[in-house]
Every structure is written in C-alpha cells, then in structure tokens.
C-alpha cells in the first residue's frame, strides 16, 4: 500500500465496481488481505507494454499486467488486468491516486474476456 495516496480513487475489476472514497482502507482489505488470504502463492505477475507519461508533479501509466495467483489448495487463476494509473507527486514521493482496472467484454456474451491480449 506505500504506492497509494490516503486519498486513491479506484475503478477495479470486481464488486464493488468503485471503492469508496478515500478507497485506501478498502483497497488494503480488498487488494491485500482478501485476495492474498485466499491466494497465499506462490504468485506470478509480469508487466507488458508500460507506457509512463509525466508532466510536472503529475504522471500516467498504462500496462497490461498478466497475473496467475494460487489457491489455498494448490489450483491456479490466471487473469490479464488492463491497468490506467495515475500518479502525483507529494513530498518527493509518486503516488497513485486513481487506479482503472478493467477488461475487454465479448460483445457476444456480454461476459469480461480475462485472458484477452493486445
């Protein structure tokens, strides 16, 4: 949680579709002790196409981050997250202040394509 701002907006992937604002304490529950409690590891997370723009004491970045987590019982989950962040700068320090996580829908089930790639 260092990388986030107190005041972190959040879009993520999965109810509730925006945290509150301020998000931190429900992104920390959420993000940390939720999902790594039900996936202890180990874990794999590998970043493609990272693009960081920054201008002044404000930054974008956008990545496709593919991520495989392991269940308590050994059985894997592997998704592809498209991730938009962004950054300011506050006491020499980047942080994210808003996060959009998402995937692309098929059109033809109106069900999110997880394993999608560019």
């Given at each position: 949680?260092a990388?986030?701002?107190?005041d972190?907006?959040?879009f993520?992937?999965?109810?509730?579709r925006?945290?509150?604002?301020?998000?931190w304490?429900a992104?920390?529950?959420?993000f940390?002790?939720?999902?790594?409690?039900?996936?202890?590891?180990?874990d794999?997370?590998?970043i493609d196409?990272?693009s960081?723009?920054?201008?002044g004491?404000?930054?974008?970045?956008?990545?496709?981050?593919?991520?495989?987590?392991?269940?308590?019982?050994?059985?894997k989950?592997?998704?592809?997250?498209?991730i938009t962040?962004?950054l300011?700068?506050?006491?020499?320090k980047?942080?994210?202040?808003l996060?959009?996580?998402?995937?692309?829908i098929?059109p033809?089930?109106g069900?999110?394509d997880?394993?999608?790639?560019p």
């Amino acid at each position: 949680m260092a990388g986030y701002a107190p005041d972190v907006f959040v879009f993520g992937d999965s109810t509730p579709r925006e945290f509150p604002t301020p998000a931190w304490n429900a992104i920390k529950k959420d993000f940390f002790e939720d999902v790594f409690n039900a996936f202890p590891g180990p874990d794999t997370s590998s970043i493609d196409e990272l693009s960081i723009t920054v201008v002044g004491s404000v930054a974008y970045t956008h990545y496709v981050n593919d991520v495989t987590l392991t269940r308590k019982d050994g059985s894997k989950d592997r998704a592809i997250y498209r991730i938009t962040d962004v950054l300011r700068k506050r006491n020499g320090k980047w942080l994210v202040v808003l996060e959009h996580i998402s995937f692309p829908i098929d059109p033809k089930t109106g069900k999110p394509d997880v394993m999608s790639k560019p």
